[in-house]
């Protein structure tokens, strides 16, 4: 079985230009979440998708969007990219269920890094 | 709000010893989730080990044991025989299971693990 797919793996950007970055999750899971990690800020929740529909958001601004399509494949997209923005991003597919209990384990693929300069 | 803390960034032990990383939390939950992660230089994250907060019985795979004391809300994790390959960051993480925010993982900061040969 694929594991979680991430593309591209790096990305150079400069500041104000947007970027999207994409993630497959794992054959049967339709729950992918996102997650941004920085050496000064750790991990941190960007949002979650499901039925392609956005079940959670982290506290990031506007600037950072989501969506998921019928395939279960998920998009994150960051506009007016800022020094900031910086990090390595990853997703995370989980096999979610309609109890709690269920599919408690998330998968992540290897992340983009973005950098933008 | 849920806070992890772990209080070590950064451990050694030498290879084919016994090394324990610790990890705190606090919640007003009765029933969550905590896991264990590895973060590798690849920058894949591997889940290692999780317990179910309801189970009393402290959870273990293979070389990998957790210390899970729910009253003291303390979550340590036991790595016996270290090998070379065991060096990485770990992170410990939480998540609810009720409501729709249960998918989201709550991080610790990390503890850099380095084996020495």
């Known amino acids: 079985k694929a594991g979680v797919t991430q593309t591209p793996r790096y990305l150079i950007k400069t500041r104000g230009q947007q970027v999207t970055l994409s993630c497959s999750p794992i054959?049967?899971?339709?729950?992918v979440s996102w997650y941004q990690q920085t050496p000064g800020q750790g991990l941190q929740f960007l949002f979650e998708y499901f039925s392609e529909t956005q079940r959670n958001k982290g506290n990031f601004p506007g600037r950072f969007s989501g969506r998921q399509f019928s395939n279960s494949r998920s998009e994150m997209n960051v506009s007016t990219l800022e020094l900031g923005d910086s990090a390595l991003y990853l997703c995370?597919?989980?096999?979610?269920?309609?109890?709690?209990?269920?599919?408690?384990?998330?998968?992540f693929g290897q992340g983009t890094r973005l950098t933008v300069v | 709000a849920q806070t992890v803390t772990q209080s070590q960034p950064e451990m050694s032990v030498q290879e084919a010893e016994t090394v324990t990383l610790s990890c705190t939390y606090d919640t007003s939950e009765s029933d969550y989730y905590l896991f264990w992660y590895k973060q590798p230089p690849s920058r894949q994250m591997i889940l290692v080990i999780r317990?179910?907060?309801?189970k009393q019985q402290n959870a273990t795979e293979n070389r990998f044991s957790v210390n899970f004391q729910k009253a003291a809300k303390s979550f340590s994790l036991k790595i016996s025989d270290s090998q070379l390959g065991d060096a990485a960051m770990y992170f410990c993480?939480?998540?609810?299971?009720?409501?729709?925010?249960?998918?989201?993982?709550?991080w610790g900061a990390g503890t850099k693990l380095i084996i020495k040969p």
């Open positions: 993480a939480y998540r609810r299971t009720r409501g729709d925010s249960n998918y989201q993982l709550i």
């Open positions: 995370a597919s989980s096999l979610r269920g309609n109890r709690g209990r269920q599919g408690t384990e998330a998968f």
């Open positions: 317990q179910e907060a309801y």
């Open positions: 054959s049967g899971h339709r729950s």
